[in-house]
T-cell receptor
């Protein structure tokens, strides 16, 4: 059973602080990793993806991947109240053998306090 | 129009009704997906279609019947549903199933079974 684990939160950070969201996954063969943001009552929206070990930065967002530890994280710098949402970690174990399932974690609810 | 479009946005149906959810993508993607999101639960993959062929069915009850007439359209036919089937049903598409590319989601259909 492929699993993706996230702390459900809520994670509360003051405005302007760094929010750190963490995710672990069970399938060591996983190849692609995604972070989605989901506002209440809305559909998930892709904000970052990462395939290789290390850091990937995009504006205020940084994704970090450590395949040896089976760990992926998302850092949000200078957090804004508009960042308040549920953040979903998703893992794609695609191995070229026809595995199509994108497995999602339960999500971490982030609340940025003005 | 671009992106992934789902209709209707909201649906209330009785347990004896038959209804269909529609999804259309204008992204030229090859793969389409149905996900279910119940309250306080992670996204659950229901069905995957690749080039109109169903490639995954994650033990979904037969009261849910998918149909994919072409790579741009996906339907979910519903009949004799149960109250516990009330959830947000999300359609997604990607360029190739599980090929390391992200999924784009529609706005979802909020289904209530009474």
């Amino acid at each position: 059973q492929k699993e993706v684990e996230q702390n459900s939160g809520p994670l509360s950070v003051p405005e302007g602080a760094i929010a750190s969201l963490n995710c672990t996954y069970s399938d060591r063969g996983s190849q692609s990793f995604f972070w989605y943001r989901q506002y209440s009552g809305k559909s998930p929206e892709l904000i970052m993806f990462i395939y290789s070990n290390g850091d990937k930065e995009d504006g205020r967002f940084t994704a970090q991947l450590n395949k040896a530890s089976q760990y992926v994280s998302l850092l949000i710098r200078d957090s804004q109240p508009s960042d308040s949402a549920t953040y979903l970690c998703a893992v794609n174990p695609y191995s070229g053998a026809g595995s199509y399932q994108l497995t999602f974690g339960k999500g971490t609810k982030l609340s940025v306090i003005p | 129009e671009t992106g992934v479009t789902q209709t209707p946005r909201h649906l209330v149906m009785g347990m004896t009704n038959k209804k269909s959810l529609k999804c259309e993508q204008h992204l030229g993607h090859n793969a389409m997906y149905w996900y279910k999101q119940s309250a306080k639960k992670p996204l659950e993959l229901m069905f995957v279609y690749n080039f109109k062929e169903q490639t995954e069915n994650n033990s979904v009850p037969s009261r849910f019947s998918p149909e994919c007439p072409n790579s741009s359209h996906l339907f979910l036919h519903l009949h004799t549903l149960q109250p516990e089937d009330s959830a947000l049903y999300l359609c997604a598409s990607s360029s190739k199933p599980g090929g390391g590319t992200e999924a784009f989601f529609g706005q979802g259909t909020r289904l209530t079974v009474v």
